[in-house]
């Protein structure tokens, strides 16, 4: 038969051993190219740009391609 724990575990003590155990904010940096708040090594959602480049087509409007136009 496997050992039982003789008393009740605590909230408190509970709660300090699972204390890292949580949601975490993510790391936000200003993006260079216009200062809105965005993730760290991420492409800015907001302008498009990553390390100085567009890398996203963001706020340009996307044609439609009609076949046989």
């Not at 890292?20 to 498009?48: E, V």
Request: glycine fraction near 8%.
């Amino acid at each position: 038969m496997a050992p039982l724990p003789k008393k009740k575990t605590a909230t408190s003590k509970r709660g300090m051993r699972r204390h890292h155990i949580r949601l975490k904010l993510p790391g936000l940096t200003a993006c260079p190219q216009c200062r809105s708040p965005k993730i760290s090594h991420r492409a800015c959602p907001t302008c498009g740009t990553y390390r100085g480049r567009d890398v996203l087509a963001v706020g340009r409007e996307k044609r439609p391609t009609v076949p046989g136009a």
